[in-house]
């Protein structure tokens, strides 16, 4: 941790962060759980795949930890989401997601050379107008979260992606996971 701001102590979390702003944050808890866990044609381990890139792209240590961690509650092994950010056109990932995961490299690095082949790509490979603003949606989400972060000072996340056991990967595939987290840090009732 980084102490940035004096009144998160020195072994702060982003629990932390969410204690000492609840009313600002208790919104983002909303959002991230709907698109997150919400119906989307993006399974619940894509989104989490491209939340652990796009940390992986801002190198934030904390969300590209949670986020490996979070993917391999759905089957994601750690292994993949490194060699995504490795090369994610040579990653052993379905074909059908490398255009999503380029779009989602290119918003994060690039935001205003956006065109409409990045666009073109992503449904040529068969996917909705859906499932790329989910797709946009989770990028922009952890582009935010990332700031937060590490605006914040917190830059590590608790657990090893590499040592994960199913103890701590159950609690992840709730249907709830966010909103719960915001409740045990008092953003959500």
């Known amino acids: 941790m980084k102490r940035l701001f004096p009144s998160l102590q020195e072994t702060a979390t982003l629990g932390s962060v969410f204690r000492r702003f609840p009313a600002k944050l208790g919104p983002l808890v909303a959002q991230l759980n709907l698109v997150m866990r919400g119906e989307s044609d993006l399974t619940i381990a894509q989104r989490e795949l491209i939340a652990a890139y796009v940390s992986g792209l801002n190198a934030c240590a ?7 961690v979070h993917a391999q509650a759905f089957g994601v092994d750690v292994g993949v989401i490194e060699a995504v950010i490795q090369d994610p056109l040579s990653a052993p990932v379905d074909p059908k997601v490398r255009p999503i995961l380029s779009y989602v490299s290119k918003l994060t690095r690039t935001p205003a050379m956006m065109i409409e082949e990045d666009a073109k790509a992503v449904y040529d490979a068969g996917w909705s107008e ?3 603003f989910d797709a946009v949606q989770v990028c922009g ?7 937060i972060l590490e605006g914040t000072g ?3 996340y608790y657990l090893d992606p590499e040592n994960v056991e199913e103890h701590q990967l159950a609690p992840l595939r709730s249907e709830e996971c966010y909103t719960e987290f915001g409740r045990q840090n008092g953003v959500t009732d």
């Open 62 to 68: 904390f969300c590209h930890g949670a986020h490996s």
């Open 130 to 132: 859906d499932a790329l």
């Open 141 to 147: 989400l952890f582009n935010m979260m990332n700031r």
């Open 154 to 156: 917190i830059t590590e």
